[in-house]
Each structure stands twice: as structure tokens, then as C-alpha cells.
Nanobody, 121 residues
Framework: QVQLVESGGGLVQAGTSLRLSCAAS????????MAWFRQAPGEEREFVAR????????YYADSVKGRFTISRDTAKNTMYLEMNSLVPGDTAVYYC??????????????WGQGTQVTVSS
């Protein structure tokens, strides 16, 4: 089991940037991929980006491509999400997850507690 703790959320204005962090502990060697998902009120959990832990291969949702960057520091067992040019539509609770990969949140077995990101217009 992998334990995940997110940090870095907050209230920002549209057009600005924010960086989220996700610190992993526990059986981190068992995690094939790590990902960011987000969930707005009344909406289903939505895929944002994922990264293969061993190779650093990344994949993004179309809605964030070119604005968000996912990365990881293997020495620190930490994943990041750099979010630029934020828009109100990015407002959501952001979750990090560890699992086998893919964009379907239902196949990820380990989750953080979530961090709120609010973008004001």
C-alpha cells in the first residue's frame, strides 16, 4: 500500500500559477504510475495527468495540455503538478493517485486526501 499526501492548493486569480505536490511513502516500488485527478462539485472525478514512475513518461488530458506539467522526483518520492494559466474551470479538489496507469480513476488503488484549488475570475 502506498500512502499519499497532497499539498499546495489554494485560492488564486485566473491567469496565475500554482504548484501541487504529492509525497509518497510505503510500498512506493509497487506503484507503476502516479496521476492527478480532480473533482468539481457535482461532477465526476476527472483525469488530469499521469506519469510513469520509472521512465517519466507523461500523458495529459486535452483540457490541461500545454498549461499543466506533471513531474516527479524519484529521490524524494514526490510528484508535482505545475499549473499555469489557470482558469475558473480548473476549480476543483485535486487528488493524487498511485496505481497501474491509465486514465480511469477506478483502477487506481491508492489516493491522497485531496487539496482544494479555487481559481477566481
Amino acid at each position: 500500500q502506498v500512502q499519499l499526501v497532497e499539498s499546495g492548493g489554494g485560492l488564486v486569480q485566473a491567469g496565475t500559477s500554482l504548484r501541487l505536490s504529492c509525497a509518497a511513502s510505503g510500498r512506493t516500488f509497487s506503484a507503476y504510475a502516479m496521476a492527478w485527478f480532480r473533482q468539481a462539485p457535482g461532477e465526476e472525478r476527472e483525469f488530469v495527468a499521469r506519469i510513469t514512475w520509472s521512465t517519466g513518461f507523461t500523458y495529459y488530458a486535452d483540457s490541461v495540455k500545454g498549461r499543466f506539467t506533471i513531474s516527479r522526483d524519484t529521490a524524494k518520492n514526490t510528484m508535482y503538478l505545475e499549473m499555469n494559466s489557470l482558469v475558473p474551470g480548473d476549480t476543483a479538489v485535486y487528488y493524487c493517485a498511485a496505481g497501474p496507469g491509465g486514465s480511469n480513476w477506478k483502477i487506481y488503488g491508492s489516493w491522497g486526501q485531496g487539496t482544494q484549488v479555487t481559481v477566481s475570475s
